[in-house]
T-cell receptor
Framework: DAGITQSPRHKVTETGTPVTLRCHQT?????MYWYRQDPGHGLRLIHY???????DKGEVSDGYSVSRSKTEDFLLTLESATSSQTSVYFC??????????FGQGTRLTVV | GQQLNQSPQSMFIQEGEDVSMNCTSS?????WLWYKQDPGEGPVLLIA?????ELTSNGRLTAQFGITRKDSFLNISASIPSDVGIYFC????????????FGTGTRLTVIP
């Protein structure tokens, strides 16, 4: 397995509260990604990073922000969680190619 | 965003049978990937395809990059119980995983 650790693995939070999910990699890969997985939609890209402090938006970026201050860490923040952000979130890494390697996921429930 | 059409949505097969699933897109891709996801886990990359017509195997799994560049196929031969899971296709028109689009998955159940 690629060295990717997501934390927490499960979280329940209330509507309107801020939430931060963490992705940590030990592979020294340049690229990191945050996806969400919802029934009927497959995996959709939220944000990605192509280097320290370099990030860009994906397909479903509204309501999310990211930060990457170190090569190994990529944080996803929901500034004010909404019920529509209840989902399973996956971090992925790649070294420039199209092949992405995924973490184990974080199940987030917003009540 | 673009979504890939993956079929079938689910399959129930007897252990030992062969399985075929496919994925189509409305635009041309230059990369096709196949992933497997077990319950509570992240997707695991099975096979990557980079050339139209390419046929690549990984053990009992064989995948093909369609000649039109708008489709891909995955075959599993002689299925076993541990093949159970959800199989996802993913494609990209450009290099870079930030351009990956995913199918909605094929849920495979293998009956012993």
């Amino acid at each position: 397995d690629a060295g990717i650790t997501q934390s927490p693995r499960h979280k329940v939070t209330e509507t309107g509260t801020p939430v931060t999910l963490r992705c940590h990699q030990t592979e020294n890969h340049r690229y990191m990604y945050w996806y969400r997985q919802d029934p009927g939609h497959g995996l959709r890209l939220i944000h990605y990073s192509y280097g320290v402090k370099d990030t860009d938006k994906g397909e479903v970026s509204d309501g999310y922000s990211v930060s990457r201050s170190k090569t190994e860490d990529f944080l996803l923040t929901l500034e004010s969680a909404t019920s529509s952000q209840t989902s399973v979130y996956f971090c992925a890494i790649s070294e420039g190619s199209t092949e992405a390697f995924f973490g184990q996921g974080t199940r987030l429930t917003v009540v | 965003g673009q979504q890939l059409n993956q079929s079938p949505q689910s399959m129930f097969i007897q252990e030992g049978e062969d399985v075929s699933m496919n994925c189509t897109s409305s635009s041309i891709f230059n990369t096709w990937l196949w992933y497997k996801q077990d319950p509570g886990e992240g997707p695991v990359l099975l096979i990557a395809l980079y050339k139209a017509g390419e046929l690549t195997s990984n053990g009992r799994l064989t995948a093909q990059f369609g000649i039109t560049r708008k489709d891909s196929f995955l075959n599993i031969s002689a299925s076993i119980p541990s093949d159970v899971g959800i199989y996802f296709c993913a494609g990209s028109p450009l290099t870079g995983a930030n351009n990956l689009f995913f199918g909605t998955g094929t849920r495979l159940t293998v009956i012993p």
